[in-house]
């Protein structure tokens, strides 16, 4: 009984958000039981031009360090905004979702080559945490019961959680720039004085995961309750 609600809860996780945080927490799992070692896994873009070790290129996104607190803070962060993003503002929009994925994941891989980063992933959290809060400015954010903020300035104070945890803050910065720019060219950009749409999402990525949805009365995620922990709590402010 217990397994079939453990089954039945993790099925109704969206379609994206289930492939990617089991991919994150099964390659994790393979290096802690030393099936491969990170070694294998890292961002190297000499390996992957001259060995054609192209693997690199999606392995790079899914280890985010051995078990431990960085791990599970940057697992809860990843599946909390990932979930409220695919179930909220791209609810019935997984071709959309995916082609962020991919946008956000080129130019990150872009950018990583000149800052030297081998592993992305906490940066593609950054990136969704940003798109995410950008899009509901007026929830209110409560950070371990210690400061109270708006939405927008989440990514801000994980930068600052980073630095103070002694971490580089490059990483931060990098899933900031990239959400932003995703941000601009989907949500800021289109609707300028001359401004158009120059994000669209191939035909193939639409024909592909773009399904009818089979349950229209299935109850998501509320994407205005960000955290559902003492770090994430919020409430939309009216007006």
Known sequence: M???????????????TRAYTTA???TTAAVQLEIITPFQLYFNPDLILRKYQ???????????????????FNMIFLYRYCRMLEEGSFRGRTADFV???LFGGLLMTIFGTFVSLVFLGQAFTIMLV??????NPNVRMNFFGLLNFQAPFLPWVLMGFSLLLGNSIIVDLLGIAVGHVYYFLEDVF??????????RTPSIIKMLFDIPEEDANYNPLPEERPGGFAWGE??????
């Open 2 to 16: 217990a397994y079939q609600t453990l089954q039945q809860e993790y099925l109704q996780i969206p379609v994206v």
């Open 24 to 26: 994150c927490v099964l």
């Open 54 to 72: 192209v693997w690199r290129l999606i392995t790079n996104f899914l280890f985010f360090g051995p078990v431990g607190f960085n791990f599970l």
């Open 99 to 101: 082609f962020m994925f």
């Open 130 to 135: 940003y798109v995410w809060s950008r899009r």
């Open 190 to 199: 289109p609707n300028q004085p001359g401004g158009g749409r120059w994000l």
């Open 234 to 239: 919020g409430q939309r402010l009216d007006g």
